[in-house]
């Protein structure tokens, strides 16, 4: 008790500096400009309806088989759309698709039939060529695509995509312009839901092949979603505007979305309170736990299958070759000496849940029951045993307490990053006397570091791609391009292979139940918490919906002042 004691304290001298003024008041939000009306300035034509909100990252590519991260899928989820999507009840319809796909008995052949009235911004019919292309192209090992390996439950697409096997091996094919045959590896119960993500939405074929830096500005951006892509001032704004060739255009009672890019969540909260936004994510910790406090009605606590973690990089070599994270003591101490509970309620603030493993609460089990019952607490702290289990890997290593001065935590520029890095430094220090140092970066720097290995400890998230459990637990398959600790068990990866190939759904969660206690007796990584998103939106802001695992959709927003 003692010792929890002492962390705490420590903890409220290192933040209280943080989050005093924190939390601008409502008259402070805009020094010295406070009688000037929230519009004035704005170039938005006068009665058209245009949503102000922030995109906390610029985006790496607005190419859906190049992006990474919701940095990235914000914008993309408003601009391109696929075969299938989630409407405001949380439904997985029809979009590209005018029906249901003909699935054939064995589970492994959809055939999908495309609408008749569906165009690509520049008035291009959309084609199913236009997504055999696309996928294919994703693919394609020249394109480089992080994400990949979501089409390798196409047969012939993980051979191609690894070099041992031809284009011509993709099962996926337009038998014309309307109708698109994909066949698959093995039945894949959550593929129509990956119809459904960002790295599957088609491209337009002419576009592409015509100009190869088709995506990187707004002038030469195609896209067949309810809003398109006008103005992209790199690390600055985007702004989206109402596509008049999207189908469902009369649905869209928004004429566009503005996204300003600001890293920083007090200035971009300023702005909000201000009266320059309508909608805003993320917000800095201490305005959620105001709001929460105040009841303020502008505050949503958002649903989210997403896990906070850091990553060990298991290759970095800290002094003479020694690699103090390919030391699995050495990991699980740094696990067992998190006190998650005090960094979820003195900290996030957002009621996130304390982490229990690495798959978070909210996806089903083959029974429809929630998946993580039977898994089971995998995660503990426990001091003690932790400061021990640290003693014994430094022993095995030949590293002393002094060395880990070396080490340094990389997280991108947040200020909610940076106080749960800070709380995570002293409880390390206080607990295991290391003395870790902290580093931020831009998103994108973060994530090119990690891709490289150029990381020692790194902040890391995972929002799910799909609801089932394996697209938590496929992020530390050996060869995955997501696995930054570089973990590399062959049980493991014969446990995911089974996942992905098992027609058996008692077959597949046993082994995803077993994969997860593997990955937590190992421990590549820290969890740290379960995500929710705490969003802010203006009381006349309308028709927004926050799917599991996306960020909240905008596209069927309405501005009612």
Same mark, same amino acid.
């Given at each position: 008790?003692?010792?929890?004691?002492?962390?705490?304290?420590? +903890?409220?001298?290192?933040?209280?500096?943080?989050?005093?003024?924190?939390?601008?008041?409502?008259?402070? *939000?805009?020094?010295?400009?406070?009688?000037?009306?929230?519009?004035?300035?704005?170039?938005?034509?006068?009665?058209?309806?245009?949503?102000?909100?922030?995109?906390?990252?610029?985006?790496?590519?607005?190419?859906?088989?190049?992006?990474?991260?919701?940095?990235?899928?914000?914008?993309?989820?408003?601009?391109?759309? @696929?075969?299938?999507?989630?409407?405001?009840?949380?439904?997985?319809?029809?979009?590209?698709?005018?029906?249901?796909?003909?699935?054939?008995?064995?589970?492994?052949?959809?055939?999908?039939?495309?609408?008749?009235?569906?165009?690509?911004?520049?008035?291009?019919?959309?084609?199913?060529?236009?997504?055999?292309? *696309?996928?294919?192209?994703?693919?394609? $090992?020249?394109?480089?695509?992080?994400?990949?390996?979501?089409?390798?439950?196409?047969?012939?697409?993980?051979?191609?995509?690894?070099?041992?096997?031809?284009?011509?091996?993709?099962?996926?094919?337009?038998?014309?312009?309307?109708?698109?045959?994909?066949? +698959?590896?093995?039945?894949?119960?959550?593929?129509?839901?990956?119809?459904?993500?960002?790295?599957?939405?088609?491209?337009?074929?002419?576009?592409?092949?015509?100009?190869?830096?088709?995506?990187?500005?707004?002038?030469?951006?195609?896209?067949?979603?309810?809003?398109?892509?006008?103005?992209?001032?790199?690390?600055?704004?985007?702004?989206?505007?109402?596509?008049?060739?999207?189908?469902?255009?009369?649905?869209?009672?928004?004429?566009?979305?503005?996204?300003?890019?600001?890293?920083?969540?007090?200035?971009?909260?300023?702005? %909000?309170?201000?009266?320059?936004?309508?909608?805003?994510?993320?917000?800095?910790?201490?305005?959620?736990?105001?709001?929460?406090?105040?009841?303020? $009605?502008?505050?949503?606590?958002?649903?989210?299958?997403?896990?906070?973690?850091?990553?060990?990089?298991?290759?970095?070599?800290?002094?003479?070759?020694?690699?103090?994270?390919?030391?699995?003591?050495?990991?699980?101490?740094?696990?067992?000496? &998190?006190?998650?509970?005090?960094?979820?309620?003195?900290?996030?603030? @957002?009621?996130?849940? !304390?982490?229990?493993?690495?798959?978070?609460?909210? &996806?089903?089990?083959?029974?429809?029951?929630?998946?993580?019952?039977?898994? @089971?607490?995998?995660?503990?702290?426990?001091?003690?045993?932790?400061?021990?289990?640290?003693?014994?890997?430094?022993?095995?290593?030949?590293?002393?307490?002094?060395?880990?001065?070396?080490?340094?935590?990389?997280?991108?520029?947040?200020?909610?990053?940076?106080?749960?890095?800070?709380? *995570?430094?002293? #409880?390390?220090?206080?607990?295991?006397?290391?003395?870790?140092?902290?580093?931020?970066?831009?998103?994108?720097?973060? +994530?090119?570091?990690?891709?490289? @290995?150029?990381? #020692?400890?790194?902040?890391?998230?995972?929002?799910?791609? %799909?609801?089932? $459990?394996?697209?938590?637990?496929?992020?530390?398959?050996?060869?995955?391009?997501?696995?930054?600790?570089?973990?590399?068990?062959?049980?493991?990866?014969?446990?995911?292979?089974?996942?992905?190939?098992?027609?058996?759904?008692?077959?597949?969660?046993?082994?995803?139940?077993?994969?997860?206690?593997?990955?937590?007796?190992?421990?590549?990584? !820290?969890?740290?918490?379960?995500?929710?998103?705490?969003?802010?939106?203006?009381?006349?802001?309308?028709?927004?919906?926050?799917?599991?695992?996306?960020?909240?959709?905008?596209?069927? *927003?309405?501005?009612?002042?």
């Amino acid at each position: 008790m003692k010792k929890k004691f002492l962390i705490f304290l420590s +903890l409220i001298l290192v933040l209280s500096v943080v989050i005093t003024g924190c939390v601008p008041k409502s008259d402070d *939000a805009n020094p010295g400009d406070k009688d000037k009306p929230a519009d004035e300035g704005k170039d938005t034509p006068k009665g058209e309806k245009i949503l102000r909100t922030n995109n906390a990252s610029e985006p790496g590519s607005l190419d859906p088989a190049l992006a990474t991260g919701t940095h990235e899928s914000y914008a993309l989820d408003h601009t391109f759309e @696929g075969l299938m999507k989630l409407n405001p009840d949380l439904e997985l319809v029809p979009a590209m698709a005018k029906e249901e796909p003909e699935v054939s008995d064995d589970k492994l052949t959809y055939t999908f039939k495309l609408r008749d009235d569906i165009k690509w911004s520049n008035g291009d019919p959309v084609t199913a060529g236009d997504f055999e292309f *696309a996928w294919k192209r994703a693919l394609d $090992p020249k394109t480089a695509a992080d994400y990949a390996h979501q089409l390798y439950y196409i047969k012939g697409g993980e051979e191609y995509n690894t070099g041992k096997g031809k284009i011509e091996d993709v099962m996926v094919k337009a038998e014309d312009d309307k109708t698109l045959v994909v066949t +698959l590896d093995a039945p894949t119960p959550y593929f129509l839901e990956l119809t459904a993500f960002y790295t599957l939405y088609p491209v337009n074929q002419k576009v592409v092949e015509a100009n190869a830096d088709w995506a990187k500005n707004a002038d030469t951006h195609v896209s067949n979603g309810p809003f398109t892509l006008k103005e992209w001032t790199h690390s600055a704004s985007i702004k989206l505007r109402k596509n008049d060739n999207y189908y469902d255009k009369d649905k869209i009672k928004l004429d566009g979305i503005d996204f300003d890019i600001i890293s920083d969540e007090n200035t971009a909260w300023q702005k %909000y309170e201000g009266g320059d936004y309508d909608f805003l994510l993320p917000l800095p910790q201490a305005v959620v736990a105001q709001m929460q406090a105040e009841k303020n $009605p502008e505050l949503v606590i958002g649903t989210e299958v997403g896990t906070y973690y850091y990553s060990l990089n298991s290759q970095f070599e800290l002094k003479d070759g020694i690699k103090p994270f390919a030391n699995e003591k050495i990991r699980k101490a740094m696990t067992m000496t &998190l006190d998650r509970k005090t960094i979820v309620e003195k900290i996030a603030q @957002g009621g996130q849940i !304390v982490a229990e493993g690495v798959v978070p609460f909210g &996806l089903k089990d083959e029974n429809g029951k929630e998946y993580r019952d039977k898994v @089971g607490k995998l995660v503990e702290y426990n001091v003690d045993e932790g400061k021990k289990l640290f003693q014994e890997g430094l022993k095995e290593t030949g590293l002393t307490a002094e060395d880990f001065k070396k080490v340094v935590l990389v997280y991108n520029t947040s200020e909610a990053h940076k106080k749960i890095a800070q709380a *995570a430094q002293e #409880m390390w220090r206080v607990n295991l006397g290391v003395e870790i140092q902290l580093e931020n970066a831009e998103f994108q720097v973060k +994530l090119d570091r990690e891709r490289s @290995g150029d990381y #020692m400890v790194s902040r890391s998230g995972w929002i799910g791609d %799909y609801t089932d $459990p394996i697209t938590f637990l496929e992020l530390w398959y050996s060869s995955s391009p997501f696995n930054y600790p570089k973990y590399n068990n062959p049980e493991y990866d014969k446990l995911i292979d089974t996942i992905k190939s098992s027609p058996d759904a008692a077959v597949r969660f046993d082994s995803l139940r077993k994969a997860e206690k593997m990955i937590m007796e190992d421990m590549p990584v !820290v969890p740290v918490y379960f995500y929710t998103l705490p969003y802010a939106q203006k009381p006349y802001v309308t028709g927004v919906f926050k799917p599991l695992v996306n960020y909240p959709r905008l596209t069927y *927003a309405d501005i009612n002042k």
